[in-house]
């Protein structure tokens, strides 16, 4: 919605929930990163997006910026961790406040297959 610079972003973009990662494999990440880049250039100032903790409102400079953090941590313990559990563990130890781990395992799971 141009005129009011917002963005609806949908499963583009997170706020404050575990990101759902079982179709990040294989360049997954890196076209969800290129995704997040367009709307990034889109210059938003509230985002809605796919997935969010009711508690936290709807900036678009945090939004972004954490999405794109949680994909670039989830790197890490991928190359460290040879099974989904040290994965899902070390994902909840660097993010322990948001919302679903649910979707983290099931992320965790699917990396690993």
Do not use: C
Request: aromatic share 8%; hydrophobic share 40%; glycine share 8%.
């Amino acid at each position: 919605m141009p005129d009011l610079d917002l963005v609806v972003a949908g499963n583009v973009m997170y706020n404050g929930v575990h990101q759902y990662l079982v179709e990040s494999a294989n360049g997954g990440r890196d076209a969800w990163r290129k995704a997040i880049t367009l709307v990034e250039d889109l210059r938003p100032r509230p985002i809605v997006t796919g997935h969010k903790n009711k508690e936290l409102d709807d900036d678009a400079d945090r939004a972004i910026t954490e999405t794109r953090r949680y994909l670039d941590a989830a790197d890490e313990p991928l190359a460290r961790h040879d099974d989904p559990l040290g994965f899902f563990h070390a994902m909840l130890d660097r993010f322990p406040d948001r919302l679903n781990p649910g979707a983290l395992w099931s992320g965790a799971g699917a990396l690993y297959r």
